[in-house]
């Protein structure tokens, strides 16, 4: 979300992007059901490639079919849900996969899988958009579009990628969340997502006009919401009230 925010847009679907991504994903590890390792590895590539492809289905509609990215992400919103509800006949869709279970719960030099992943992809986002030509055109074309067609970036691919990018990690989140739970909600799944990526965003410092942001503040973001998240847990306070705070 901090790529697409730099680059002047929005994305309203990441949420149903998640589900469908790990829904598709649980279903084609089940049809290998009885071969653990193969259905692992075809179920991962699908939420991997499922989420990319939402991504930039989201991407094409914003720069080749030039619609506001707002109309184009609510859109994919309900049609990305509509999809895994109809797929999934509005359920849960789980698996029986051990080895999928295990991703969740194997750790690394004292670290779970997740914040492995987790670290590696803000790793990754900082020298992507601190240290290559791409972060630098991504942060033009967000500061001044006019300015960065004139100084021959190529806008349209630019905020292509960003929506790809953020297609991807939905593919990778639903796969870190599906391993801990071994199923995805067809319908709430992801449920609300969309508006969580956004706020951490903000808060952590990206501008809404585009041009200005870090993954570094995003991380950080995060991690106010999640203190917030368990400090409300941890007083008791009802679950019906914690989004009021």
């Known amino acids: 979300m901090t790529f697409i925010i730099i680059g002047g847009g929005i994305d309203l679907s990441v949420g149903s992007l998640f589900a469908l991504s790990g829904g598709l994903g649980i279903m084609a590890m089940n049809f290998f059901g009885d071969r653990p390792a193969l259905g692992l590895f075809i179920g991962i590539l699908t939420m991997l490639a499922a989420g990319l492809a939402g991504g930039a289905i989201n991407g094409g509609l914003v720069t080749l079919g030039k619609l506001p990215p707002f109309i184009a992400t609510l859109g994919t919103m309900s049609i990305y849900r509509s999809l895994i509800l109809h ?3 509005a359920g849960l869709l789980n698996t029986s996969n051990e080895l999928f279970a295990r991703l969740d ?14 670290l590696i992809c803000v790793a990754l986002g900082t020298v992507l ?5 791409y972060g630098r055109h991504l942060c033009a074309v967000g500061g001044n579009e006019r300015v960065a ?3 021959a970036i190529r806008v349209g691919l630019v905020r292509f990628v960003s929506y790809a990018i953020c297609g991807m990690l939905c593919g ?8 801990r739970l071994s199923s995805i909600s067809s319908s709430s799944g992801g449920l609300g997502c969309e508006l969580d990526a956004i706020a951490i965003t903000i808060i952590g410092g990206t501008s809404m006009v585009g041009g200005k942001g870090t993954i570094v503040g995003a991380l950080i973001g995060t991690l106010i919401l999640g203190i917030i998240s368990n400090i409300l847990v941890m007083w008791s306070v009802a679950p019906n ?4 705070i």
Do not use: E
């Open 129 to 133: 958009l601190n240290r290559t030509r």
């Open 241 to 244: 009230l914690q989004c009021l």
């Open 149 to 151: 067609r004139y100084a």
């Open 87 to 89: 797929l999934g006949n």
């Open 105 to 118: 719960s194997h750790k690394f030099l004292g670290l779970n899988t997740v914040v492995w992943i987790f």
């Open 172 to 179: 990778i989140s639903a796969l870190l969340q599906g391993a």
